[in-house]
């Protein structure tokens, strides 16, 4: 059964700090996807991760995959307010096509000016 | 370009009551994903349709079931609710056939769905 795990689940820092949040996962997978969930909203898609080595960035974010390790990493750089929201990490479970996305437990960011 | 829809966004029924939530996806999409998203957790996978047939399914009881229409929207229906069925819906979109395959999941805004 594949598990995602994420951590840390909780994670409150200031403006202007760097911070890494990691999401690791049990089963052999190519396809990793971050996403970003603000309170009583939907889903917004960050990053698609679809190989050994990537990287992706977009503003104070930046995400990579090691797929050797089963791991991959979210990081913020010099962290602002508008950051604040709940991170999922989601992994694909079958070869050909996303049929179903294993969801970590997300990682609760708040970004104190 | 509309994105992915879903109606109602707020619905309150009772325990032992049916309901059926609606989802449009995003244009050119063909693929729909429906997930369960209970207070303060992560979504779970219920179902994803694709040519109008369930093509896999997670592990949620039969009394969630659903469909796809030949425009490749979708319904959920979910019969004899529990006050544990409570919680935020989640529609995705993806497209599957064609050159234009995409993995990424598109998702609706939700319906909050509580039993009472």
């Known amino acids: 059964e594949l598990k995602v795990e994420q951590n840390p689940l909780f994670l409150s820092m200031q403006e202007g700090k760097n911070y890494t949040i990691y999401c690791n996962y049990s089963?052999?997978?190519?396809?990793l996807y971050w996403y970003r969930q603000d309170p009583g909203k939907s889903l917004e898609s960050l990053f698609v991760l679809l190989s050994n080595g990537a990287v992706k960035q977009e503003g104070r974010l930046m995400a990579s995959l090691d797929t050797k390790a089963r791991l991959s990493t979210l990081h913020i750089t010099a962290a602002v307010h508008d950051l604040s929201a709940t991170y999922f990490c989601?992994?694909?479970?079958?070869?050909?096509?996303?049929?179903?996305?294993?969801w970590g437990a997300g990682t609760k960011l708040i970004i104190k000016p | 370009d509309a994105g992915v829809t879903q109606s109602p966004t707020h619905l309150i029924k009772t325990r032992g009551q049916q309901v059926t939530l609606r989802c449009s996806p995003k244009s050119g999409h063909d693929t729909v994903s429906w997930y369960q998203q209970a207070l303060g957790q992560g979504p779970q996978f219920i179902f994803q349709y694709y040519e109008e047939e369930e093509r896999q399914r997670g592990n949620f009881p039969d009394r969630f079931s659903g469909h796809q229409f030949p425009n490749y929207s979708s319904e959920l229906n979910v019969n004899a609710l529990l006050l544990g069925d409570s919680a935020l819906y989640l529609c995705a979109s993806s497209k599957t056939s064609g050159r234009a395959r995409s993995y990424e999941q598109y998702f609706g805004p939700g319906t909050r769905l509580t039993v009472t």
């Open positions: 089963t052999t997978s190519d396809r």
């Open positions: 989601a992994v694909d479970t079958v070869g050909d096509s996303n049929y179903q996305l294993i």
